[in-house]
């Protein structure tokens, strides 16, 4: 069977299993529809935000970015996983024993002000848009290259299929969802990379084939890394495994953009509110190891990827002829993803990375992990596997991204603000609309994609660094805190961060080099210095204000002990 | 929200004190090794670290881009656990209940 009709059938199978789900579980109250009800175990609550969590971005473009990068990539693998550190220790337990509905409401009652719940949900939206117009984008392109539809026609079938168990299903079928397609991520990701350990090194196990021999080839008997580094320096490339050598990023910039993505993933509504679904307090701190531990398959995996799809492209297509190249070469040079220009006429590619003006191969990120399984030979179902895969990333994602947008929507601005007075069936309704509202946009976005969606991921880690992690993990250990500290703390923390990045991506992008900026530090990593600004203001404003109320410093001293969270 | 701890009696009270300050202890504890395999051996000394070697792995290079990963689900592991433990001994556990086990 070809490649098409095995997609055909993965994802045909894989969808019918997500609506399946979504139609059994869907939600029929509120509190069904933002957290599941509080029945979700650990376990399956670590599943779901594994796959929550890991975007079209981890699973699709990751491994080939690490694959350029070399060690620098180390900051993905270190910002996404250390984060969860942060979440486990400081956050998902009082959250989960605060127990309400969403991000904002926490904060508007901690801080017993309105305005810093209206502020907390201006982040909330506009990090989540930010995101879920990536994902959609992310399903459109897995449809267009293997399913051969249009990719818009491949964004409006990702929309149906999301509003389907988003809109009707709520938190309590997303969870589910997210469950089944974590596991079929996870199996799309692990079967190629074990395949091509395997036939690389003789070494099932991606994590140990990395630092092995190679067994076949010109570079037998050599340890893969080495044979990189090798490899790297022939071609007059950085070393892959060397840090901070010219051409890559220094250590302060590397510093500061693995703190930033890890307090941004500690600070990133759509994963904090997974926290709420779950029935306890000690089974909050264990869905933060499962997810952690889920999570941590595939990004220990993704760098050993990133370097089997390095020596087997610098080994299969550098100087050989055109003429002789694999057939994934030609299959993927229509989708724009890899081009061969043969600037010196002498019918070979020559790679020497694309700073280099002699370089005549162009190959994108993206490549690295969809097209694995071509470059390893691998059966045509596995290919099918590997975008079903992609996307269940995808949609998993978007749809807590929805949720968030929705519940925001609905029960910060509406319930809160608006109309107070609205039934639990009126505001279950408007948390439909919204999520309906949502979905429209996000499709809008993924049809019509702003030019700028790659800079604007940076932007929302960078303002869920600065805005939501230091007001909660204040909110969670000091009493003292208070709304005027965490509010001016909030709004000059994003109002910097924000700031720095709009300058250097929008306003001024030719002065965006190490020299001219703050202390070396790169925009991605600004929102390390954003959140210690949260931080300081939050503190010395809070010393010149008045305490914050009894009933408030109670409510914070009883988020710390787990009993009781069964009320 | 649960009970109000005000009324408690006194002793109770020295109880959550003492169970709240040993947490602290133990995320301040947890906090200098994730900052120690996340910043320091990852990133301030892997230079100096891959002058060794694991096997075909340059060491600063491996924890970098997997020991810490290891390290980082070990830690959250153990502060479960150790959670569990502190949350029994103060009488904070909470009751059973459906999907409550790990």
């Known amino acids: ?567 | 929200m649960s009970q109000s701890h005000k009324d408690l009696d006194p002793q109770t009270r020295q109880g959550l004190k003492r169970y709240w300050r040993d947490n602290q202890r133990i995320i301040f504890i947890m906090l200098i090794i994730w900052f120690v395999f996340s910043f320091v051996l990852s990133i301030f000394f892997v230079r100096e670290l891959n002058e060794f070697k694991l096997g075909g792995f340059p060491l600063g290079f491996w924890i970098a881009q997997q020991g810490s990963i290891f390290v980082f689900i070990i830690m959250v592991l153990v502060y479960c656990f150790m959670m569990e433990y502190g949350d029994k001994k103060f009488h904070l556990e909470e009751q059973k209940k459906k999907g409550d086990d790990e």
């Open chain 1, 1 to 567: 069977m070809s490649i098409q009709v095995w997609t055909y059938i993965l994802v045909g199978f894989t969808f019918s299993i997500y609506i399946g789900i979504a139609i059994y579980t869907r939600a029929r109250s509120t509190k069904g529809f933002y957290i599941a009800g509080h029945d979700v175990p650990a376990i399956f609550n670590g599943m779901a935000t594994g796959a929550d969590w890991m975007s079209a971005a981890s699973f699709i473009s990751m491994a080939g970015l690490i694959s350029f990068m070399g060690y620098t990539g180390s900051i993905y693998l270190l910002g996404w996983t250390g984060g969860y550190v942060l979440l486990a220790l400081l956050l998902a337990p009082y959250l989960r024993k605060y127990g309400k509905f969403t991000i904002p409401e926490f904060v508007g009652d901690r801080y017993y002000s309105n305005f810093a719940r209206l502020v907390a949900v201006v982040c909330a939206l506009f990090v989540s848009f930010t995101y879920v117009a990536g994902q959609m984008r992310g399903v459109g392109l897995v449809f267009s290259r293997f399913l051969a539809v249009d990719i818009n026609t491949g964004v409006i079938i990702g929309m149906v299929i999301v509003f389907l168990y988003a809109t009707l299903g709520g938190m309590k079928s997303i969870t589910w969802t997210q469950v089944a397609q974590y596991v079929v991520l996870i199996i799309a990701y692990l079967i190629p990379a074990v395949a091509i350990s395997y036939n690389l090194t003789g070494q099932p196990i991606p994590q140990i084939g990395f630092g092995s021999k190679i067994i076949d080839g010109p570079n037998a008997g050599m340890y893969l890394l080495q044979t990189i580094d090798q490899l790297h320096r022939d071609l007059g490339l950085p070393e892959y495994t060397a840090a901070f050598v010219p051409g890559t990023r220094a250590m302060v910039d590397v510093f500061m953009i693995t703190v930033a993505l890890m307090v941004g993933t500690a600070g990133l509504p759509h994963v904090l509110i997974r926290f709420y679904t779950v029935p306890s307090v000690k089974a909050a701190r264990f869905s933060a190891f499962w997810a952690l531990l889920f999570i941590g398959i595939l990004y220990t995996t993704a760098p050993a990827v990133a370097t089997f799809a390095r020596v087997n492209m610098i080994q299969t297509l550098h100087n050989v002829a055109y003429e002789q190249a694999p057939s994934w070469v030609s299959n993927w040079e229509t989708t724009g993803l890899i081009a061969f220009e043969d600037k010196n006429g002498d019918g070979l590619m020559q790679y020497f990375g694309k700073s280099n003006p002699a370089n005549e191969l162009i190959v994108d990120q993206d490549i690295m992990v969809l097209a694995n399984p071509e470059i390893a030979n691998l059966p045509a179902w596995v290919v099918a596997l590997v975008a079903a895969g992609g996307l269940a990333a995808a949609l998993s994602t978007a749809a807590g991204l929805l949720l968030v947008i929705s519940s925001s929507v609905s029960h910060d601005l509406f319930k809160s603000v608006l109309k107070p007075d609205m039934t639990d069936k009126q505001e279950l309704l408007a948390a439909r609309l919204a999520a309906t509202v949502a979905v429209l946009v996000a499709g809008y976005f993924g049809i019509k994609p702003p030019g700028f969606v790659a800079e604007v991921v940076a932007f929302a880690f960078g303002l869920a660094a600065s805005s939501f992690f230091p007001i909660l993990v204040l909110g969670i250990f000091s009493k003292r805190v208070t709304k005027e500290g965490a509010i001016a703390g909030m709004l000059l923390g994003i109002a910097f961060t924000a700031g720095y990045i709009v300058y250097f991506t929008w306003i001024r992008p030719d002065l965006n080099n190490h020299e001219n900026w703050l202390l070396g530090v790169s925009p991605k990593g600004i929102g390390t210095i954003g959140m210690l600004i949260n931080f300081g203001v939050a503190l010395i404003v809070s010393m010149f204000t008045k305490a914050p109320p009894q009933e408030v410093q109670e409510q914070v001293e009883s988020i710390r002990y787990p009993r009781g969270s069964e009320v």
